[in-house]
C-alpha cells in the first residue's frame, strides 16, 4: 500500500455528523428484541434475509445486469464450471470433467449423470447448448463480448458437449464459470429472447441449482424454495425469504431484533459494535471489489483529462479509509481490483492537492464548474464519501452538488448520460481481467466503458488482443499496459479495493461470501 498524507481535520469535522448517524440505531424497534423462532422442529426452516436492494434485471442469467438480480442468480441456475471459493480458479460444476485439443480450438465437456431441473426434468446437453448459444448471441444478452470466441457449440450426445473456437482463448473456462453462462431448459431459454417475452415470466426459474423461484413482482419479498431434485443433495434450509430494505440501519435494526437471520452491506461502522453484541456475528469477507467515481466524460469540462486527473489528485483516500471504511479498505492503485494481472506497482492518484490544483489551472475548467454527485438513497459509504468529495474538490474552484436520489433514478440516469458524477463500486464475476477490461474501459458501445463515454479506440485493439492472448507472460504485460493508459486519462476517480460485509443470527451456519461476492444458500444451516 503507498503512503499517503493524513486525512484533512475539515474534511472529518465535516463528515462527522453523518457518521455517527448511521452508527446510531434509529427508530422505534428496541436493538435488544427477543429473536422471533425461524421454524419450529417440526416446521419448515425458513431463511430470512433482508438484502439493500431489489433487482433490475430478470432472473435470465445472461441478461443480469445488477448485482441483486446476480445473487439469485446462483442459486437457481447452475453453470458448467464453478469459481472456487477463493474467487482464483476454477472446479467441476455440471461438468464433471473437460479436455481440450491440442491446438486449444475445442473443448469437450462431460455432464454430471443424474442431474434434474427443479420440475424434475433431465438435464441434457441440448440444453447446455441453447442456454450458452442465447448467452453469446441473443438479443437481450447483456454478456455477448465474454462469449466472443466461441464458433460453435455442438450437443455430440445427452452428456457431451463441444465448443469449437474461432481461435484460442485464454479466459474460456472463467467464462463457462461466470453467472452469466447459466444453464435453462433449451425451449425456455429460447422463449427469454422474444421481443412480446412476458416479463412476469421472467421471475419464474427452472434451473438445477439449489433453490428455484415461483415468481417475483416489484415490492414484495422474493422466496426462494428448495430444490429436491438438486444434484449435490437436499439444501438444509426448505426456503429463503429475501426482503429488500434500503436503509442500512433499518437492516441492522432487523438483524438484532431477530426479524432477519441474515443482512448484506452492514455499514463498516458496525461491524465491530455487532460483534462485541450477543446473538449475532457479523464480517468482512475478501473479495475482487473497487469503489470509484463515476465520471460522465461527455460532459464538458469532464471531457478534458487535466480536469479528471486534478480531481484524482485532489481526492484524500486516507481520509475516505479511515472515516468512511474505518479501516478496513486499501488504497487503489489500478483500474481493476487485485486478482490476476493487477499490476502492483502502478502509483494510481495519492492525495496531492498542489499538483491538482497545477492540473487544473491548466485545463479547461480553470474557471471553476459546479457538478451534480448523484448518490443511491440509503447507501452510507456514498453518502459519506460525496461529502467528503464536496468539501476536497471546492478547493479546486468546483461545486459539487450532491443529490440524493433513488437507486433505480440514479441507474438509469447514469445509462441515459444524464449525470456528470456517482460514486460506484465494481466487484469481480470472473478470475480474469476479460469482464472488468471489456465492461469497464471498452468504448463505443454500451456499456460506453462503465458508462462514463470514455471511448479509446486504441486501447479498444489492445483490449481485444489481450483478451485473445495464449500466452501468460504476454498477457500480464498487456493488461499491464491497458490497465497504465487506462488509469493515466481517469474516467474514474479512484479511490479503494473494499470487502463484502454481512452479519448473522448465531443460529445460522455456513454463510460465506467467496472472492468474487457470490453466496449460495446451499451451504447454509440453521440451527435450534
Known amino acids: 500500500?503507498?503512503?499517503?498524507?493524513?486525512?484533512?481535520?475539515?474534511?472529518?469535522?465535516?463528515?462527522?455528523?453523518?457518521?455517527?448517524?448511521?452508527?446510531?440505531?434509529?427508530?422505534?424497534?428496541?436493538?435488544?428484541?427477543?429473536?422471533?423462532?425461524?421454524?419450529t422442529s417440526t416446521g419448515p426452516k425458513v431463511l430470512k434475509m433482508a438484502r439493500n436492494a431489489e433487482p433490475f434485471s430478470p432472473f435470465v442469467p445472461w441478461q443480469i445486469d445488477d448485482n441483486p438480480a446476480l445473487f439469485i442468480s446462483v442459486n437457481v441456475y447452475d453453470t458448467l464450471l464453478r469459481t472456487t471459493k477463493d474467487g482464483v480458479g476454477v472446479e467441476p460444476g455440471l461438468a464433471s470433467k473437460w479436455e481440450s485439443s491440442a491446438d486449444g480450438l475445442t473443448w469437450t465437456f462431460t455432464l454430471r449423470d443424474g442431474i434434474k431441473f427443479s420440475d424434475g426434468s433431465a438435464l441434457k446437453a441440448s440444453d447446455v447448448k441453447g442456454?450458452?448459444?442465447?448467452?453469446?448471441?441473443?438479443?437481450?444478452?447483456?454478456?455477448?463480448?465474454?462469449?466472443?470466441?466461441?464458433?460453435?457449440?455442438?450437443?455430440?450426445?445427452d452428456k457431451t458437449v463441444k465448443i469449437v473456437l474461432s481461435q484460442p482463448y485464454a479466459p474460456l473456462l472463467s467464462v463457462l464459470a461466470m453467472f452469466s453462462g447459466g444453464i435453462l431448459p433449451?425451449?425456455?431459454?429460447?422463449?427469454?429472447?422474444?421481443?412480446?417475452?412476458?416479463?412476469?415470466?421472467?421471475?419464474?426459474?427452472?434451473?438445477?441449482?439449489a433453490y428455484y423461484s415461483e415468481?417475483?413482482?416489484?415490492?414484495?419479498?422474493?422466496?426462494?424454495?428448495?430444490?429436491?431434485?438438486?444434484?449435490?443433495?437436499?439444501?438444509?434450509?426448505?426456503?429463503?425469504?429475501?426482503?429488500?430494505?434500503?436503509?442500512?440501519?433499518?437492516?441492522?435494526?432487523?438483524?438484532?431484533?431477530?426479524?432477519?437471520?441474515?443482512?448484506?452491506?452492514?455499514?463498516?461502522?458496525?461491524?465491530?459494535?455487532?460483534?462485541?453484541?450477543?446473538?449475532?456475528?457479523?464480517?468482512?469477507?475478501?473479495?475482487?471489489?473497487?469503489?470509484?467515481?463515476?465520471?460522465?466524460?461527455?460532459?464538458?469540462?469532464?471531457?478534458?483529462?487535466k480536469v479528471r486527473q486534478a480531481l484524482n489528485y485532489a481526492t484524500d483516500k486516507d481520509a475516505i479509509i479511515k472515516t468512511v471504511y474505518f479501516g478496513q479498505a486499501k488504497f487503489m492503485n489500478s483500474p481493476i481490483p487485485q486478482g490476476t494481472y493487477w499490476d502492483k506497482s502502478l502509483p494510481g492518484y495519492p492525495y496531492d492537492i498542489e499538483k491538482a490544483k497545477k492540473l487544473m489551472s491548466e485545463s479547461s475548467g480553470k474557471a471553476g464548474f459546479k457538478m451534480d454527485m448523484q448518490v443511491r438513497s440509503g447507501n452510507t459509504n456514498f453518502a459519506n464519501t460525496a461529502v467528503i468529495l464536496k468539501e476536497a474538490w471546492a478547493k479546486l474552484g468546483v461545486t459539487v452538488d450532491i443529490q440524493t436520489l433513488d437507486t433505480a433514478v440514479v441507474r438509469t440516469n447514469y445509462r441515459a448520460g444524464n449525470f456528470m458524477s456517482t460514486p460506484?463500486?465494481?466487484?469481480?464475476?470472473?478470475?480474469?481481467?476479460?469482464?472488468?477490461?471489456?465492461?469497464?474501459?471498452?468504448?463505443?458501445?454500451?456499456?460506453?466503458?462503465?458508462?462514463?463515454?470514455?471511448?479509446?479506440?486504441?486501447?479498444?485493439?489492445?483490449?481485444t488482443k489481450a483478451d485473445l492472448e495464449q500466452d501468460a507472460k504476454k498477457r500480464e504485460a498487456q493488461y499491464s499496459e491497458i490497465q497504465k493508459i487506462y488509469l493515466d486519462a481517469a474516467p474514474l476517480v479512484f479511490i479503494a479495493y473494499l470487502g463484502a460485509t454481512a452479519g448473522w443470527r448465531n443460529n445460522v451456519d455456513g454463510f460465506f461470501i467467496d472472492g468474487l461476492s457470490y453466496y449460495r444458500f446451499e451451504d447454509v444451516k440453521i440451527n435450534k
Open 215 to 305: 415468481g417475483w413482482k416489484k415490492g414484495d419479498p422474493i422466496i426462494l424454495k428448495r430444490n429436491t431434485n438438486y444434484w449435490k443433495g437436499t439444501p438444509a434450509v426448505d426456503e429463503v425469504r429475501i426482503e429488500y430494505i434500503p436503509d442500512d440501519n433499518t437492516r441492522v435494526l432487523k438483524l438484532q431484533g431477530g426479524e432477519s437471520d441474515l443482512v448484506d452491506f452492514v455499514p463498516f461502522s458496525q461491524i465491530a459494535a455487532l460483534n462485541g453484541q450477543s446473538g449475532v456475528k457479523a464480517q468482512t469477507f475478501t473479495i475482487q471489489q473497487s469503489a470509484f467515481v463515476i465520471l460522465n466524460t461527455s460532459k464538458p469540462p469532464l471531457d478534458d483529462a
Open 1 to 39: 500500500m503507498l503512503a499517503r498524507n493524513m486525512r484533512s481535520p475539515v474534511i472529518l469535522a465535516a463528515v462527522a455528523a453523518l457518521l455517527i448517524g448511521a452508527c446510531a440505531p434509529s427508530g422505534t424497534q428496541s436493538a435488544t428484541t427477543q429473536p422471533q423462532p425461524t421454524a
Open 131 to 157: 442456454s450458452l448459444d442465447m448467452a453469446r448471441g441473443g438479443e437481450k444478452s447483456a454478456w455477448k463480448d465474454n462469449y466472443k470466441a466461441i464458433k460453435e457449440i455442438t450437443a455430440v450426445d
Open 424 to 463: 460506484s463500486a465494481w466487484t469481480n464475476d470472473m478470475n480474469d481481467p476479460t469482464e472488468i477490461v471489456n465492461y469497464a474501459m471498452r468504448g463505443g458501445a454500451s456499456p460506453f466503458s462503465y458508462w462514463t463515454r470514455y471511448n479509446n479506440p486504441d486501447l479498444n485493439d489492445k483490449i
Open 186 to 209: 433449451a425451449d425456455m431459454a429460447k422463449a427469454t429472447d422474444a421481443k412480446d417475452y412476458d416479463n412476469t415470466m421472467a421471475w419464474k426459474t427452472k434451473g438445477t441449482g
